[in-house]
Structure formats: structure tokens, C-alpha cells
């Protein structure tokens, strides 16, 4: 299993008063696997998927990703694995605004002492399909172009899991789409698990399966065929 989740739950504090975020969550999502995770605004998706990542700890429950318990690591062992075990995509991309597109997928290369950095981001960005891109600057492109730049990015290092929060949430339809089918192309081609965050039904209908969100607890987990 590549995720494995149990009874999560998240409490914060907001104005003095606890906030329930996530309230007994459990999920699993087997290795190669697409996943849409759906539900309104403030259902708590971005929350799992940031404890799914290890961004942040829970305040109950089990989080396995890859066999690996990480609410059970510390920092630098957290980050490590982070870095060989998981892409992440953001609706606002988080690029890089002084370094090129080439150089900003080079970053996690560099980090992991990978050879060849930036050769191998130009031709990560070839197969994302901005080989004509690579010395631009994230303000000269489009946002299809940089939300492109940014998957080429967290997939530099071939992580087994994918995960996407809105990577579509910026763009208009036509485009979303498009990073959705690179995203879907990514998935075959590697064999990697996705899991995307969505608020589109017409994108989430894409995934094999659809977790639906509501006030922190999952309300379906329907397979399609
Ligand atoms: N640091 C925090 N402190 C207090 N409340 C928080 C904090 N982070 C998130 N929340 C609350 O937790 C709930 C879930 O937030 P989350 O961002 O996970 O929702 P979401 O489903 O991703 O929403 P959206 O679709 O708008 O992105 C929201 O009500 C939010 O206000
Ligand atoms: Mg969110």
C-alpha cells in the first residue's frame, strides 16, 4: 500500500477555541493508483494532503506512506524522505521567480547530489513539453507553463508518490485539463501513485476513484470501473 491512513484526526486552536480539521479520516491508496480527493472548501483537503506529506503532524491517527510511519520520523529523517519518496504540486506553482525554468527543476537534483543537474532539467522539461522553455523566467511564462515547470519539478527525482493540491485551481478549463493528462501520462509512464486534490467533478471523474471530503470526514470512496 502506498498510503495508508487511520482515524486521523486534527485539532487546532483558532481564537482560543479548538477547531476539529480532520475527525477520523481513514484511506488507502495502493501503489500506481489515481486518487481524486474532492469535497467543498475548508473540508480539510489540503490538511490531509499536507500530513500525507508530513508537512505537519497529526493529532491522532496513522499515516504509512510507502510502508514508512511519518509522524514517527524526525526532521532531518522527514525530510530525507520527503525528497526520494514524494512530489508535490501546488495550485500556485511556488516556483522559483529568480532562477529559470531549467534551474528551478535542477533544484531538488542539486539538493539530492544528483549528477548532471541541469541537463537532466532540460530533459524533464522536453517531456513536459517546454524544451523550447528552459532559460525563461516563471514571469515570463503562462501559468499552464509554470504549473508545467513546477510537475517537471516534483518529478525530478522519480518519486513513487505524486501528490497535486488544485493544481488546476489557477487555470482555465481547457488548460487544466491538459496538466491533468500530463499528469495522468506521468502516472502510467512511471508507474508512480497520484493523488490530486480537486474541486472539478469533470477532472476528479478522470481518477479511478474519487474520495469525497466533508467537515474533515469522508463521506464516499467510490471505485469506478
Ligand atoms: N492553521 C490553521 N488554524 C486554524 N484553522 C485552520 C488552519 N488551517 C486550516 N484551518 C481550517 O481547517 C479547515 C480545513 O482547511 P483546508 O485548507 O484543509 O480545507 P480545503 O478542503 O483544502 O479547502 P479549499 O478547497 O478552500 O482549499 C478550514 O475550515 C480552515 O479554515
Ligand atoms: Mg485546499
Known amino acids: 500500500m502506498m498510503i495508508r491512513v487511520r482515524d486521523l484526526v486534527m485539532r487546532l486552536e483558532s481564537g482560543g477555541r479548538p477547531v476539529t480539521i480532520l475527525d477520523g479520516v481513514s484511506l488507502d491508496v495502493a501503489a500506481g493508483e489515481v486518487v481524486a480527493v474532492t469535497g467543498p472548501s475548508g473540508s480539510g483537503k489540503s490538511t490531509l494532503l499536507g500530513l500525507i506529506a508530513g508537512l505537519d503532524t497529526p493529532s491522532g491517527g496513522s499515516i504509512a506512506v510507502d510502508g514508512v510511519d511519518v509522524t514517527a520520523l524526525g526532521e532531518a529523517e522527514l525530510a530525507r524522505f520527503r525528497r526520494r519518496t514524494i512530489g508535490f504540486v501546488f495550485q500556485s506553482y511556488h516556483l522559483i521567480p529568480t532562477l529559470t525554468a531549467a534551474e528551478n527543476v535542477a533544484v531538488p537534483l542539486e539538493l539530492a547530489s544528483a549528477a548532471e543537474p541541469l541537463p537532466t ?4 522539461l522536453g517531456e513536459v513539453g517546454l524544451a523550447e522553455r528552459a532559460h525563461h523566467y516563471p514571469a ?5 507553463e509554470q504549473q508545467r515547470v513546477a510537475i517537471a519539478r516534483a518529478v525530478a527525482l522519480s518519486p513513487p508518490l ?5 493544481p488546476t ?7 487544466g485539463g491538459a496538466i491533468v493528462d500530463l499528469l495522468l501520462a506521468l502516472n502510467r509512464e512511471r508507474g508512480s501513485t497520484l493523488l490530486l486534490v480537486t474541486h472539478d467533478a469533470a477532472l476528479a471523474g478522470r481518477a479511478a476513484r474519487a474520495v469525497a471530503l466533508r467537515d474533515g470526514r469522508v463521506v464516499n470512496g467510490h471505485h469506478r470501473a
Not at 140 to 144: D, R
Not at 169 to 175: A, M, Q, R
Open 121 to 124: 532539467a532540460a530533459r524533464l
Open 140 to 144: 515570463q511564462l503562462s501559468g499552464g
Open 169 to 175: 485551481g489557477n487555470l482555465d478549463s481547457t488548460t
Open 162 to 166: 505524486l501528490l497535486a493540491d488544485e
